[in-house]
């Protein structure tokens, strides 16, 4: 967990744009572009990592089938995901949002959706703010919250979301060893 400087952050941002430019330029297609909205100088621990990986396997699953590129990035900024899909970008940007409301993590996932053309699709509706749950514009502006109450917000909805996902991991390994044959329980290597 090391803090990383606004030139990185603006490096990175420079960098993800190209690659969104080498996808479009290569495949025609909407681009889902999917990176965690993390505050403050540190991006990256294991909750945020584990979070990012569980909203890139919801997708490669989701967009099965669909997927015409996928391009990851690890970075001290963050994990970054480009898919480029043959799905239309408002349904991508449906499916986005659906992600985003339905996981628990969702409110800190950023997932952007890029029309073939270029043109970015907006959200109908506004994020929330993590602290208060009013609309998250006005606070940022405003810096209502002040870092600490942010980061406090973000620590405690990762430590949920891992409990919740150690706690499925493990049910389903379990379910799964009961599952195996020819005998179950049985340990196979």
Request: aromatic residues 4%.
């Amino acid at each position: 967990m090391r803090e990383i400087t606004l030139q990185e952050v603006l490096d990175a941002r420079e960098a993800r744009a190209a690659a969104q430019r080498r996808l479009l330029d290569r495949h025609r297609q909407p681009l889902l572009c999917l990176t965690m909205n993390i505050a403050g100088p540190v991006k990256r621990w294991g909750t945020v990592d584990l979070a990012f990986r569980a909203a890139e396997a919801e997708l490669d699953h989701r967009l099965a089938g669909h997927i015409k590129e996928k391009a990851l990035t690890d970075a001290a900024t963050g994990l970054e995901g480009i898919w480029a899909c043959d799905i239309p970008a408002p349904e991508l940007k449906e499916l986005a949002m659906e992600l985003e409301s339905r996981s628990p993590a969702g409110r800190l996932y950023d997932l952007d959706v890029i029309s073939a053309d270029g043109g970015k699709l907006s959200r109908p509706t506004p994020r929330t703010c993590l602290v208060c749950g009013g609309p998250a514009a006005p606070c940022a502006r405003s810096r209502a919250h002040g870092l600490d109450a942010i980061l406090a917000a973000t620590h405690a909805l990762l430590d949920g979301f891992a409990a919740d996902y150690m706690a499925e991991t493990a049910v389903r390994a379990l379910t799964d060893e009961v599952d195996l044959t020819p005998k179950p329980g049985l340990l196979v290597f």
